[in-house]
């Protein structure tokens, strides 16, 4: 099985930045893919970045150029780098693991972003 717990998140201005970490524990082989969603209120949950073992990345458009995603596998903990950020980044964003046949998906850390 695995776990994952974030950490990062908080109130910044639009145009300041943030850097969230996740790091998963548990009895795994590996860790494949990693990454993080976001959920805004009134919203689906929608996909910001994901990283796989081996590095490849994939971003959502509208995040494209400003977040940064980035993974230390010795440590098992993904990174999102947020910068440039705008109001409409505000909401919960979650963490994602997928480990052989298991998924694990973290507490939601708040972000929030003041114009």
């Known amino acids: 099985q695995v776990q994952v717990v974030e950490s990062g998140g908080g109130l910044v201005q639009a145009g300041g930045s943030l850097r969230l970490s996740c790091t998963a524990s548990?009895?795994?082989?590996?860790?494949?893919?990693m990454g993080w969603y976001r959920q805004a209120p009134g919203k689906q949950r929608e996909l910001v970045a994901t990283?796989?073992?081996?590095?490849?990345?994939n971003y959502a458009d509208n995040v494209k150029g400003r977040f940064t995603i980035s993974r230390d596998n010795a440590k098992n903990t993904v990174y999102l780098q947020m910068n440039s950020l705008k109001a409409e980044d505000t909401a919960v964003y979650y963490c994602?693991?997928?480990?052989?046949?298991?998924?694990?998906w973290g507490q939601g850390t708040q972000v929030t972003v003041s114009s």
């Open positions: 994602n693991a997928l480990a052989g046949r298991y998924e694990a």
């Open positions: 548990g009895s795994f082989f590996v860790l494949n893919t």
């Open positions: 990283m796989t073992l081996f590095g490849s990345t």
